[in-house]
């Protein structure tokens, strides 16, 4: 069974600029969670989609935003990129009950100069 | 909310020895989960381990070996004669029944393993 897909892996916008990141979750996961890891702050939770609707969201500006689709694929969207916002954000799939394991993918590093 | 601390933030030992990560956790409620991710180089988070709130045996695969004690709210992590292809980042983590699934992560330990 494939792994959790993120792409693309790497990334460089400019700030003002808005990026798309995709996730690709496990066949038959239905919970999709992204995750921002900066050295600074570590592993932070951004959001969590079930079945096309957030379920839960953490503490992170309205700038960044996501979308799950019917095939639980996830993007998540970040306007008016700030320096700070360079990290490796990385997704993770599971069943969707709380008791199942996250399986994460290989990330997306971005880099806002 | 919850929290959880990872006091040691670097280990460095040599081939073959045993190392334990310590994982300290905080949460009001009484159903959680806890977690052991390795982080390699490559960035990827792979999945060790998951323990319930109400589960506290403690457990052993092959080289690895977790001990939970809801008494002192630890999860620690032994890794017996250690060898260099477990150097990474290891993270401790736990998600509560309150939180849907969002992982609440601790500041994670980097392990060194010398030849």
């Known amino acids: 069974k494939a792994g959790v897909t993120q792409t693309p892996r790497y990334l460089i916008k400019t700030r003002g600029q808005q990026v798309t990141l995709s996730c690709s979750p496990i066949?038959?996961?239905?919970?999709v969670s992204w995750y921002q890891q900066t050295p600074g702050q570590g592993l932070q939770f951004l959001f969590e989609y079930f079945s096309e609707t957030q379920r839960n969201k953490g503490n992170f500006p309205g700038r960044f935003s996501g979308r799950q689709f019917s095939n639980s694929r996830s993007e998540m969207n970040v306007s008016t990129l700030e320096l700070g916002d360079s990290a490796l954000y990385l997704c993770?799939?599971?069943?969707?009950?709380?008791?199942?394991?996250?399986?994460f993918g290989p990330g997306t590093r971005l880099t806002v100069t | 909310a919850q929290k959880v601390t990872q006091a040691q933030t670097e280990i460095s030992v040599v081939e073959k020895e045993d190392v334990t990560l310590d994982c300290v956790y905080e949460t009001r409620d009484t159903t959680y989960y806890l977690f052991w991710y390795k982080q390699p180089p490559s960035g990827e988070l792979v999945f060790l381990i998951r323990r319930n709130s109400f589960d506290e045996q403690n457990e052993i695969s092959g080289r690895y070996s977790w001990n939970f004690q809801k008494s002192t709210s630890s999860f620690n992590f032994t890794i017996t004669a250690s060898q260099v292809v477990d150097s990474a980042v290891y993270f401790c983590?736990?998600?509560?029944?309150?939180?849907?699934?969002?992982?609440?992560f601790g500041g994670g330990t980097r392990l060194m393993v010398k030849p």
């Open positions: 993770a799939s599971s069943l969707g009950g709380v008791e199942g394991e996250q399986y």
């Open positions: 066949s038959g996961h239905r919970s």
């Open positions: 983590a736990l998600r509560t029944d309150n939180a849907g699934n969002m992982l609440t």
